[in-house]
C-alpha cells in the first residue's frame, strides 16, 4: 500500500541521526514554546519540556524518526514507533520500551516539532506521509497517538479521529490536556 500525499510538497523528511541529537534538543523547546503557547499556560509547557516534550533516542536507534534540513538547520522533526510508549522523552521512561506486534497493535506517531519560521508550510504533513508509509511496510494497519491541542489539527487533518479528550499528570500538581487519536488502514 502507498500513501499518496494530498498535496504537493518539496520537503524529503530523511532519518534522524544521533548527531542530530543536539540540534533536536534545541528545536523541541523553541517549536514548544512558539507554537503551543495559544493552547497552554507557561508553567504547563515548562514542565512538559524534558519528560513530556523530548528527544526519544529509542526511535533514532530504530530507524523511525525523520528530520527535515534547510541550509544546514533541522527544521522539523517526527517520527512513528513500534513500541508500546504513546509519547514521552526516553529520559523519563524507567523501564525497556517493549515491541508492539504488527498484526495485533497499532504503531504510534510520535513526537512532531516544527520550527516556528516553518510552520504552516507542510512540514509536518510531510513528515506524516514518510511514518505512515514506514509503518504500512512494518505491516501495522492501525496508528494511535497522543496529541497536544497544537497537533490535533495536523492529525485531524491527516484522517486521525478523536478517542478521547484527556490530561497528562505533570510535576507540581499541573496537567496538560491532550487528545488520543486514532486511524485505521483499510
Ligand atoms: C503540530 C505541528 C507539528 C504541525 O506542523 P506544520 O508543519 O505546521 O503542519 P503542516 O504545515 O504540515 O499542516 C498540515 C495541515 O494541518 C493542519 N494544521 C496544521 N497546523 C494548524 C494550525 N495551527 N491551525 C489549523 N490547522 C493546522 C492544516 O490542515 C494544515 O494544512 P494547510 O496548511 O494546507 O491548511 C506544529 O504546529 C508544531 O510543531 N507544534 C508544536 C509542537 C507540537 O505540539 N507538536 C505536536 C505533538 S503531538
Known amino acids: 500500500m502507498t500513501v ?4 504537493a510538497t518539496n520537503w524529503v523528511p530523511r532519518l534522524a ?9 534545541t528545536l523541541i ?5 512558539s507554537l503551543q503557547a495559544a493552547y497552554y499556560s507557561p508553567e504547563q509547557m515548562e514542565a512538559a519540556i ?27 522533526c517526527g517520527g512513528w514507533s ?3 510508549s504513546l509519547f514521552g ?11 508492539l506486534d504488527p498484526a495485533k497493535e497499532p504503531a504510534r ?8 519560521t516553518w510552520a504552516r508550510r507542510g512540514l509536518g504533513r510531510a513528515i506524516m506521509i514518510a511514518c505512515e508509509q514506514a509503518l504500512l511496510e512494518a505491516r501495522f494497519r492501525s496508528v494511535e497517538l497522543v496529541a497536544t491541542l497544537a497537533g490535533e489539527p495536523l492529525y485531524a487533518a491527516s484522517g486521525y479521529t478523536v478517542v478521547e ?22
Do not use: N, W
Open 29 to 33: 523547546p523553541l517549536s514548544v514554546r
Open 4 to 7: 499518496r500525499p494530498d498535496t
Open 50 to 76: 524534558g519528560p513530556i516534550f523530548g528527544v526519544d533516542r529509542q526511535l533514532i536507534r530504530d530507524g523511525t524518526y525523520f528530520v527535515i534540513e534547510q541550509d544546514g538547520q533541522l527544521i522539523g
Open 17 to 25: 541521526r544521533e548527531q542530530d541529537i543536539p540540534a533536536l534538543e
Open 82 to 84: 513500534k513500541r508500546k
Open 165 to 186: 479528550r484527556c490530561a497528562l499528570p505533570m510535576a507540581g500538581g499541573l496537567s496538560l490536556p491532550v487528545v488520543r487519536m486514532t486511524k485505521r488502514f483499510g
Open 109 to 116: 506517531i510520535r513526537a512532531f516539532f516544527v520550527h516556528p
Open 89 to 99: 522523552s526516553d529520559t523519563a521512561r524507567a523501564a525497556q520500551d517493549d515491541a
